[in-house]
Every structure is written in structure tokens, then in C-alpha cells.
């Protein structure tokens, strides 16, 4: 039971530090309905399916619910400073090797983030590309904004070779 009521609390933590960064967001990013109907989904039937008997495991697997449900529910977006989505406790923009835009259908914006080498999260946004990109740039992230593809150089890099321009600046020194 002890160990039900610590998971308890640190989910609790949890989602009051993600729904604190929600206040902050300035640029929402796009809410996928399905995405939602299926976390939903999921969480009521592992409910559902997985029921115990014992009080202890009944909690654990609320909390489980809980959390498949708040994937769904719990908003995504830019603050002034970083990148709030669910999972990342610190999205400080400063992480972030390069931040590729790319322009998507109906004027949206799908929005990569890469921390490292296969480390990235994506998001999209309604907002198209243009009011995206000052957003970033008005936050002192020109340098490392990659508009469109990213360059191959990028994707497949050597890592015995130190390459000394970030991402943006060989993409801008590339172009003609």
C-alpha cells in the first residue's frame, strides 16, 4: 500500500509541474482528436480488462489510467523560453541542437526539435511557418533554425568527424 500512495504522489507532482507549464505556453500546438479518443480508450479499458481485487494494486492501476489519459488531455505548445510537452520536464530551447521547420498542409507548421543525435520530438502547429519562425528568432534561436529539410549532412554524420558550424549555419552556407 506504501508503494502505491509514492507512485500516487509522484504522479501527482507530475502532472501539477505539466499543467504549471501549460499557463506559460504561448503558441499552442495542434490537438490531435484521435489521439485523444484513443488515450481515452485505452485508459478506461485497461480499467476495465485488468480490475484486481487487492485495494494496493487497484490504486497502482488508477494511476496508470491516469496517466494513458493525461498523454491525451494534457495541451503542447512554445513558452518564451522553452518546450512544453508531456514527458519533458526541461525543454529549455538551449538544448536543442537545431529546431527544423517545415512548412505542412492548410498552412500548419511541423516543428522538429533535435537534442541529439537520435534524440528529436515533433510537434505541429496551426500557425504557419512565417509567424513560427519569428517567434523563434524574436527568442535569439535564428542560429539554429533549419527551414524546410534538413540537410543530409545532418542525417547521416560521421561521428568521427567534429563538424564545427551548427546545423543552421552549414544548411545557410550550403544554399545558393
Known amino acids: 500500500m506504501a508503494e502505491a500512495i509514492v507512485i500516487g504522489a509522484f504522479l501527482v507532482i507530475l502532472l501539477f509541474i505539466q499543467i504549471r507549464d501549460q499557463k506559460?505556453?504561448?503558441?499552442?500546438?495542434k490537438r490531435n482528436f484521435i489521439k485523444v479518443g484513443l488515450m481515452l480508450t485505452l485508459a478506461v479499458s485497461v480499467l476495465i480488462i485488468f480490475w484486481p481485487q487487492q485495494l494496493a494494486d487497484q490504486i497502482k492501476l488508477g494511476i496508470f489510467a491516469i496517466m494513458i489519459a493525461s498523454i491525451g488531455l494534457l495541451r503542447e505548445g512554445l513558452t518564451q523560453k522553452r518546450l512544453i510537452k508531456f514527458g519533458i520536464l526541461t525543454g529549455?530551447?538551449?538544448?536543442?541542437?537545431?529546431?527544423?521547420?517545415?512548412?505542412?498542409?492548410?498552412?500548419?507548421?511541423?516543428?522538429?526539435f533535435y537534442k541529439g543525435k537520435n534524440s528529436h520530438f515533433s510537434t505541429l502547429f496551426?500557425?504557419?511557418?512565417?509567424?513560427?519562425?519569428?517567434?523563434?528568432?524574436?527568442?535569439?534561436?535564428?542560429?539554429?533554425l533549419v527551414i524546410g529539410e534538413m540537410p543530409e549532412e545532418k542525417v547521416t554524420s560521421n561521428p568521427k568527424k567534429k563538424q564545427s558550424k551548427s546545423p543552421a549555419k552549414r544548411l545557410r552556407s550550403t544554399k545558393l
Request: avoid cysteine.
Open 24 to 29: 506559460e505556453v504561448v503558441i499552442l500546438a
Open 126 to 144: 496551426s500557425q504557419d511557418l512565417k509567424s513560427i519562425e519569428k517567434f523563434l528568432s524574436q527568442n535569439g534561436l535564428e542560429n539554429k
Open 92 to 112: 529549455d530551447y538551449q538544448q536543442f541542437e537545431a529546431i527544423q521547420l517545415e512548412d505542412s498542409r492548410l498552412g500548419e507548421t511541423f516543428v522538429t
